[in-house]
């Protein structure tokens, strides 16, 4: 009479979580890939898991993005950046 809800599945529970996850972080471009790939598998775990990857992935991305407009403004404007000053 009373039916038990079938268990969550977490991305956690794949037992290459924190390899991948590491993966997304330092190569975002790869574990974009990884992700299209996981979700087109049949395993619950696994679709999980490329839902994770591509959600990091994507994060990554853009974090990374930021940090380099960032970046490349202040180089811009410091000693890094190369200036002209023409003989008077």
């Known amino acids: 009479m009373s039916e038990e809800a079938p268990a969550k599945v977490k ?10 996850t590491i993966l997304a972080i330092l190569f975002p471009p790869i574990a974009l890939l990884l992700g299209i790939v996981f979700m087109t598998k049949d395993n619950k775990l696994d ?3 490329g839902e ?4 990091f992935s994507i994060l990554f991305m853009i974090l990374y993005g930021i940090l ?4 490349s403004a202040m180089a811009a404007n410091s000693v890094l950046a190369p ?4 003989y008077q």
């Open 11 to 20: 991305a956690n529970q794949h037992e290459s979580y924190w390899t991948f």
């Open 47 to 49: 679709r999980k898991l």
């Open 52 to 55: 994770h990857l591509l959600a």
């Open 68 to 71: 380099w407009a960032v970046w």
């Open 83 to 86: 200036t002209y000053t023409p």
